[in-house]
């Protein structure tokens, strides 16, 4: 591993001519800061506290939110899950794709101007916030993000034909990421996410598109890039794979090193029965309890990044499944995806929390009343931004 990160060193410095003591200064993280020894005052609050947090419980999250809920659109102050618990959750998921491309929208049709308007209010109430990626493939393939012609990695890499177009769409990031204010002005703490599912088989970043050693030096040459280049100090680096992993060298294959992350994560849905299988929660907690491991190694923070069972047919998966896989783990969050409604390209209902009416509705009360379930209420009296 010692080789590989000096190679990749190397890599980033002969083809960019970046100063050395620059990306030096990547290799100075404390313990006690995040990745980004540059980050603000808040970002290293909530990064700190977060590790406190984990001892009481989890937060829950949901991907979009505020934004549409099962039959319902751009509602202000609307919230599924807000009108079953009364709690808004405390986390909230935003998804950037199309940004780097200059669209309006983003690949669900949410307009980046209310993204960032629903941010600053979650943000304002306490609540944290996540964000992941789906960029669309850098050569420009019809299935964008879902792309996965080998070699396009290595197309953007330092010195790569594609280079300039990534630099040009991390531009279009930073430039998003640092107008995201609050009402002191300061600069919202993000969990960004890029690359997510990296250790799957379906986006252009993942392990049949590129080596492990050009993954590691996307995701440094990112970091950096936001960081140095772009003066981005609010953004907390989440290393998200898929939920594929049997031993902690799989989870580990392509980690960019501990300088360059934060947070240690994977996805991972329910497909099957719950009712004749319990292979979920055995392996969610199998997982969990390898990413702990890491995590208490490398001095991280843990996240169920993704999950959730479409349309919940067993009506009691919240506190029967979830919380059980999850169980003793102290983990800093679970995020469950989002309530399309009914989705026109699968021809089906598309959400994963119950709504008014739905047949989970009380189970979904009885997990938020669990003593170790943490929604934004109970977050913002934690005040983990220092405020």
Request: aromatic content about 14%; glycine content about 8%.
């Amino acid at each position: 591993m010692v080789n590989i990160i000096s190679n990749i060193k190397k890599w980033i410095l002969v083809l960019t001519g970046l100063p050395v003591t620059a990306f030096a200064m990547a290799q100075t993280a404390t313990p006690e800061l995040p990745a980004d020894a540059k980050a603000t005052r808040q970002t290293i609050a909530l990064h700190n506290n977060l590790k406190k947090l984990a001892a009481k419980g989890y937060m829950f999250g949901h991907q979009d939110d505020l934004v549409y809920g099962v039959h319902w659109r751009y509602e202000h102050g609307r919230s599924d899950v807000k009108e079953l618990a009364g709690d808004y959750p405390a986390v909230y998921g935003w998804e950037l794709g199309g940004l780097e491309a200059r669209e309006e929208k983003n690949l669900d049709g949410v307009p980046f101007k209310k993204m960032r308007q629903f941010i600053q209010e979650g943000y304002a109430r306490g609540g944290v916030i996540t964000i992941s990626w789906h960029a669309r493939s850098p050569l420009g393939a019809p299935k964008g993000a879902w792309d996965t012609t080998h070699g396009t990695v290595a197309s953007i890499l330092p010195g790569a034909v594609n280079h300039k177009l990534y630099r040009s769409w991390l531009d279009e990031l930073a430039r998003f990421f640092l107008s995201l204010k609050g009402s002191r002005g300061e600069a919202i703490p993000v969990f960004f996410r890029p690359f997510h599912e990296l250790t799957g088989n379906w986006f252009w970043w993942c392990r049949n598109a590129c080596t492990p050693e050009e993954f590691k030096v996307l995701w440094r040459f990112t970091q950096y890039y936001l960081r140095e280049e772009k003066k981005v100090h609010n953004l907390l680096y989440v290393y998200n794979t898929s939920g594929d992993f049997k031993t902690k060298e799989e989870f580990l294959e392509r980690y960019p090193g501990d300088d360059v992350v934060d947070l240690l994560s994977f996805d991972a849905y329910q497909y099957d029965d719950p009712a004749k299988s319990d292979w979920f929660v055995n392996n969610i907690n199998s997982q969990l309890g390898m990413i702990s491991e890491i995590a208490a190694e490398k001095n991280k923070l843990t996240a169920l990044a993704e999950t959730g069972y479409e349309q919940l047919p067993y009506t009691t998966w919240f506190t029967e499944i979830l919380a059980k896989a999850i169980g003793r783990h102290k983990i800093s969050y679970v995020m469950v995806w989002r309530n399309h409604g009914y989705n026109e390209g699968m021809k089906r209902m598309h959400y994963y929390t119950p709504y008014k009416g739905h047949a989970a509705e009380q189970d979904f009360i009885k997990f938020y009343q669990l003593e170790n379930t943490l929604f934004e209420r109970d977050v913002a009296k934690e005040k983990l931004y220092g405020y």
